[in-house]
């Protein structure tokens, strides 16, 4: 594709190669994202995974999509539909926000509140007992 039209697609657009590094973008890209030359910097880390899945399909010519988590250039992180379509060791992957979609807590965040929960159960179990030794011994 002529660098000068990739421009010009109304979508968020990046053409990569495997490694991530952006060659090329569309102009409508920068109003989402921060500016930066690898793809990698605005993953959100939980979805690398997902990534690293759509990049490795270099040898397929079909389309591939999954839904990231994609850092945006307010700082936030928003919930995008993720194309890549490899031809030639190029990458052309669209990223499309999506709205209204209830993104599910990570696993690992909801591991870790749960995991805290029990930590201050036990630890209030802990000071009760302490609490209790105290109140003996000053009788």
Known sequence: MDTSIAKWIPVPYF???????????????HSY????????????KEDRHKAIL???????????????????????????KCTI????GI??????E???VKVRTSLSVENTLVNSQKRLEESE??????????????H
């Open 85 to 88: 379509q490899w031809k030639d």
């Open 125 to 138: 179990k802990q000071l009760n007992k302490v609490a209790k030794i105290l109140n003996i011994r000053k």
């Open 98 to 100: 999506v709205k209204n």
């Open 33 to 44: 994202f921060p500016p930066t030359s690898n793809i990698w910097t605005i993953i959100y």
């Open 91 to 96: 990458g052309h992957l669209v990223c499309t």
């Open 54 to 80: 759509m990049l490795s399909q270099s040898t397929n010519s079909h389309p591939v999509t999954k839904h990231l988590i994609l850092q945006t250039s307010n700082k936030l992180f928003g919930n995008f």
């Open 15 to 29: 053409q990569i190669n495997q490694e991530g590094t952006i060659l090329n973008s569309s102009h409508i890209t």
